[in-house]
């Protein structure tokens, strides 16, 4: 069931939402709601129970500030598959 919203905002900010709503053929509507959902659904995820295991393990990695997590497993997967 759809509920009506209103909201207050910058004028600024809605003609910019308006345009990249439109530019990516979508109402303002649905980008909002969709983000909404977005940011629900990290916090019904934070409530996971973890397991001992993974609680053990939790924090026993520190990875260097400049670590580029994208790079090392394209690289590995290069040297695994090439």
Do not use: H
Request: glycine share 2%; net charge positive; proline share 2%.
């Amino acid at each position: 069931m759809n509920t009506k919203l209103t909201l207050t905002i910058e004028q600024s900010v809605i003609e910019k939402a308006k345009k990249y709503a439109s530019e990516k053929g979508r109402s303002l509507s649905d980008i909002i709601e969709n983000y909404l959902k977005v940011i629900t659904k990290e916090e019904e995820k934070k409530d996971i129970e973890l397991t001992p295991l993974v609680k053990s393990l939790k924090g026993s990695f520190k990875a260097p500030k400049n670590f580029d997590y994208k790079s090392e497993i394209s690289k590995n997967l290069a040297k695994k598959y090439l």
